[in-house]
T-cell receptor, first 113, second 111 residues
Framework: NAGVMQNPRHLVRRRGQEARLRCSPM?????VYWYRQLPEEGLKFMVY????????ESGMPKERFSAEFPKEGPSILRIQQVVRGDSAAYFC???????????FGDGTRLSIL | DAKTTQPPSMDCAEGRAANLPCNHS???????VYWYRQIHSQGPQYIIH???NNETNEMASLIITEDRKSSTLILPHATLRDTAVYYC????????????FGKGITLSVRP
């Protein structure tokens, strides 16, 4: 049973470019969560989605960041016009229902030049 | 979400039990206690969770006090691969089911 798959594992962008991070949840999981871990800091919740719907985006920066989880295909976290402060590890987690444990992927490490 | 308090670090000898404490004195009746760990450069790994009864699985045991204000994660026979940051998290379920990570406790298992 494949776990949560995130790609790419490493992504390098120049300031001002766009970054797209993909997350394929575990089979049968329709709830997806995105977290960010800045260097030397803890994980911070960003957004919670359930197939085509954003349930909670209280942790998402108001500008430049967006997330989607379409009916078909992976969940996408999109960062427009990236800045140096966006450099971090971005983790995706999934669960079959909201009251079940979340299982994490190994993250995408985003570096901004 | 209620907050948790964990010591910053601890160590134990390989093969011995590792007992990781957590205080959550303001936990609400509908909040579960979850434990995750993060091995360097990997994603967090789910370990175990419970509401009020003690729980055991193939990885660990979770002991929750009767008043639910604290808990202990027990790794019965620690190995070097158990060296990681362990997070104790209290969590409601439903629409507000995000995980709020603190700083966790760094467990170092020594040979």
């Amino acid at each position: 049973n494949a776990g949560v798959m995130q790609n790419p594992r490493h992504l390098v962008r120049r300031r001002g470019q766009e970054a797209r991070l993909r997350c394929s949840p575990m089979k049968g999981h329709s709830h997806v969560y995105w977290y960010r871990q800045l260097p030397e800091e803890g994980l911070k919740f960003m957004v919670y989605l359930q197939k085509e719907n954003i349930i909670d985006e209280s942790g998402m920066p108001k500008e430049r960041f967006s997330a989607e989880f379409p009916k078909e295909g992976p969940s996408i976290l999109r960062i427009q016009q990236v800045v140096r402060g966006d450099s971090a590890a971005y983790f995706c987690a999934s669960s079959p229902y909201s009251n079940q444990p979340q299982h994490f992927g190994d993250g995408t490490r985003l570096s901004i030049l | 979400d209620a907050k948790t308090t964990q010591p910053p670090s601890m160590d134990c000898a390989e093969g011995r039990a590792a007992n990781l404490p957590c205080n959550h004195s303001t936990i609400s009746g509908n909040e579960y206690v979850y434990w995750y760990r993060q091995i360097h450069s990997q994603g967090p790994q789910y370990i175990i969770h419970g509401l009020k009864n003690n729980e055991t699985n193939e990885m660990a045991s979770l002991i929750i006090t009767e008043d639910r204000k604290s808990s202990t994660l027990i790794l019965p026979h620690a190995t070097l691969r158990d060296t990681a940051v362990y997070y104790c998290i209290v969590r409601v379920t439903g629409a507000n089911s995000k995980l709020t990570f603190g700083k966790g406790i760094t467990l170092s298992v020594r040979p």
